[in-house]
Nanobody, 123 residues
Framework: QVQLVESGGGLVQAGGSLRLSCAGS????????MGWFRQAPGKEREFVAS????????NYVDSVKGRFTISRDNAKNTVSLQMNSLKPEDTAVYYC????????????????WGQGTQVTVSS
């Protein structure tokens, strides 16, 4: 069992930066792949980034490559998403999730979810 709590969302102007954090609890946190997803109003939840349990392997959706960076600290049970050069189309509720493999991008492949944090990017 893994419990996840996101923080760090907010309102930022286009071109700005935000850093999202996800605090996990539960003994299996360090053995899970972790992912960030987002869901905009009226749209399906979409994959943003994922990181393997060892932090060696990382995967990003094309639209955020070069702008977002995912990282994790297993000693602190945290995973972060540094978001730079934000665009209005990045506006969404962002969720962290724990899953079986960083290669998997479908939300159904992730077993545990946080409650989400709102990110709003104004133009």
């Amino acid at each position: 069992q893994v419990q996840l709590v996101e923080s760090g969302g907010g309102l930022v102007q286009a071109g700005g930066s935000l850093r999202l954090s996800c605090a996990g609890s539960g003994r299996s946190f360090s053995t899970n792949a972790m992912g960030w997803f987002r869901q905009a109003p009226g749209k399906e939840r979409e994959f943003v980034a994922s990181i393997s349990w060892s932090a060696i392997s990382i995967n990003y959706v094309d639209s955020v490559k070069g702008r977002f960076t995912i990282s994790r600290d297993n000693a602190k049970n945290t995973v972060s998403l540094q978001m730079n050069s934000l665009k209005p189309e990045d506006t969404a509720v962002y969720y962290c999730a724990a899953g079986r493999s960083f290669r998997l991008v479908a939300p159904s492949a992730y077993d545990y979810w946080g409650q989400g944090t709102q990110v709003t990017v104004s133009s």
